[in-house]
């Protein structure tokens, strides 16, 4: 019996081991590709329960995954993957200003739910559209405006868990789990963790002591209220004072009640226990906002004039370098940083800040940008107080990446792991904003007016672009300067090409020469590698009306079946038209993503040149050559 059968009937969900889905959940965003054993699905704790239960049993590692990012293969492994995103994606309540979620619950998914009450959640990853609550816990997510609301650990009041003998502990009361936990810490000396507060990796048993000694670090306003520990100024819990030892560690005699076990959770990267709910906290949603870039000569400039913006309450302070900068002229999709530049700066700083009014926020804006130039630091500061401004200013999620989000996992046995993944997510559905909507209506006018009215498709399209740019100004501003013009002409070129040749009777001269050579065979070999030449600088749709004459003259000795030479021609033009002189080609090159243009116009170039050579060939060698077709 598979492993997959052992398992299925223990669970609601669903378990499979099908090559299919293996082979599915085998990778990650990493360079790294496992196939695991199995892959389950379950509805709710119980089934996590059961499935742990059954692999203990079996001795068989688990890895639960999210649907968050991973850089290191953190969510691949030979083990029984749980896909928490699937089914336990629920958000279970709302109360205050806490959320009760499930662990698949992606991060703007609960956002959405949380606007209509005016908060959020704090942590804000730049993979918010796939990061789950869970993974998020898993590895202590923060983000960009970490500064102001910290990281996941500041923001979990709760968790329910599922350990690796299948137990399900009341973290915050368990008479067995803390005492033996504090009973290990004692002999851990603490006073080695950095004091900085934004550290994040491995566990945090800082945090796991109510009463570990305040340590500084934590910016003002920050959630841990300046201190490393979780307690709020003025000590432990129910206002008793945190104790410290000889060299300001903890002391020797604090027990169990001093131990929190859910800080020790967050951040373990799913090795203690998985989770299967949280309670977390949110926050108010700022009122207003407003940015402020700065513009340096070097990289260690920008960071000299971080401690500036820090000092006015930054809600978030990015750095971006000269590689970065370099990028966003070279590609479409970051047209907009380059938009913003004034000069050639060696380096930009983002700064954020959040408050009640607008005012509030230009003012800190403006003294900022004061002191900044008081002190010597970069030579222009863009500011982006009205909303209009804001909007040219490219999104946190497109200047840079956090870290990858895990999901809190366990693996009973021999082996615990993590994982995120890249696999389904949830999240409330497509929305479309008004101007997406019409802009589709745009789309679908245009579609209307060419082929059912026979209207021109050049002027229906102008007419189109400028009703949408009347509609929404601000969302077309910059929109001229992102059309990839280069592609544009080569379009209008090959469709010219076209016509001149047809005009001109070059098709006719060629076909009726090429056919006089005499051998029928050779003939449409080299008919075919015209086609593919021609097709290779222009258009299989637009050139194969214009080649096909090219075989009218050899078709009508007889020589060769019509059906042969039309689908090698066919073939012949198809499989050129993507070198990067082609329309085909040239619309790839114009919106490659993922690597630099250059470098994807180097490949493609590589590619049409070897079946330039070799694809006409092989078309005239199965299709013509052994006639057998009519």
């Not at 009450?117 to 405006?145: C, E, K, V, W, Y």
């Not at 910290?150 to 299948?166: C, F, K, N, P, Q």
């Not at 750095?319 to 970065?324: G, S, T």
Request: proline share 6%; aromatic share 6%; glycine share 12%.
């Amino acid at each position: 019996m598979s492993l997959a059968a052992k398992l299925a009937p223990l669970i609601g969900g669903d378990v499979r081991d099908d090559p299919y889905t293996r082979h599915l959940y085998a990778s990650d965003a990493s360079m790294y590709a496992i196939e695991p054993l199995a892959v389950a699905f379950p509805r709710d704790a119980g089934d996590v329960q059961a499935l742990v239960a059954a692999c203990v049993e079996l001795g068989v590692p688990v890895l639960p995954r999210g649907a968050g990012t991973s850089l290191a293969g953190q969510t691949v492994g030979a083990a029984v993957i749980v896909d928490f995103s699937r089914h336990m994606n629920r958000i279970l309540e709302i109360d205050g200003a806490t959320a009760r979620v499930q662990p698949g619950v992606v991060q703007d998914q609960l956002n959405r739910a949380a606007r209509g009450h005016g908060l959020m959640f704090g942590p804000d990853t730049s993979t918010s559209n796939r990061a789950t609550i869970g993974g998020m816990i898993g590895n202590n997510s923060a983000g960009s405006h970490s500064v102001r609301y910290g990281s996941t650990i500041d923001h979990v009041e709760s968790l329910r868990v599922v350990l690796a003998d299948a137990t399900t502990p009341d973290l915050a009361m368990d008479a067995r789990l803390k005492p033996a936990v504090a009973e290990v810490l004692r002999g851990v000396d603490l006073t080695g963790f950095p004091r900085f507060w934004r550290h994040s990796g491995g566990y945090r048993l800082d945090r796991a002591l109510r009463t570990f000694p305040a340590t500084g670090g934590a910016p003002a306003g920050h959630p841990t209220g300046g201190l490393t520990g979780s307690d709020p100024p003025g000590g432990g819990p129910a206002g008793r004072p945190g104790r410290e030892g000889p060299g300001g560690g903890p002391a020797i005699g604090y027990g169990p009640d001093d131990v929190d076990l859910t800080k020790l959770i967050v951040g373990s990267e799913g090795t203690l226990a998985v989770v299967t709910e949280a309670t977390v906290r949110l926050v108010e949603r700022p009122r207003a906002k407003a940015i402020a870039v700065g513009h340096f000569t070097s990289t260690l400039a920008a960071v000299a004039a971080t401690a500036d913006a820090l000092a006015f309450d930054a809600a978030s302070v990015e750095l971006l370098d000269k590689a970065i900068l370099d990028l966003s002229r070279q590609r479409v999709d970051y047209a907009a940083l380059s938009g913003i530049l004034a000069g050639d700066p060696e380096a930009l700083l983002f700064v954020e800040f959040f408050g009640d009014t607008p005012a509030e926020v230009a003012d800190r804006v403006g003294k900022l940008a004061a002191t900044w130039k008081a002190n010597g630091h970069g030579y222009h500061t863009l500011r982006a107080v009205a909303e209009r401004d804001q909007a040219a200013v490219p999104a946190p999620d497109t200047r840079t990446t956090t870290a990858p989000d895990t999901q809190t996992t366990t693996g009973p046995g021999t082996r615990t792991t993590t994982g995120p993944d890249t696999a389904a997510t949830t999240g409330g559905g497509l929305r479309l904003t008004p101007h997406q909507a019409l802009t589709l209506t745009g789309i679908v006018a245009l579609c209307l007016a060419v082929l059912v009215f026979k209207l021109d498709v050049g002027l229906t399209a102008v007419t189109v672009a400028v009703i949408l740019s009347l509609a929404s100004p601000k969302a077309n501003k910059g929109a001229v300067e992102k059309v990839a013009w280069p592609t544009v002409l080569l379009i209008c070129g090959v469709v010219t090409y076209v016509g001149v040749l047809q005009e001109i009777g070059t098709v006719d001269y060629v076909g009726t020469s090429v056919a006089a050579i005499g051998i029928p065979l050779l003939v449409a070999l080299l008919i075919c590698y015209v086609g593919g030449v021609v097709s290779a600088f222009a258009s299989t749709v637009g050139i194969l009306g214009a080649l096909v004459p090219l075989a009218v003259p050899l078709l009508g000795t007889g020589a060769l079946g019509p059906i042969a030479m039309i689908a090698a021609l066919s073939v012949s033009s198809a499989i050129l038209d993507v070198s990067p002189f082609s329309t085909t080609g040239a619309l790839l090159v114009a919106n490659v993503r993922g690597m630099q243009r250059d470098v994807f116009y180097r490949k493609l170039l590589a590619y049409g040149a070897v079946i330039v050579v070799a694809g006409p060939l092989a078309a005239w060698g199965v299709l013509v050559a052994p006639g057998w077709l009519g």
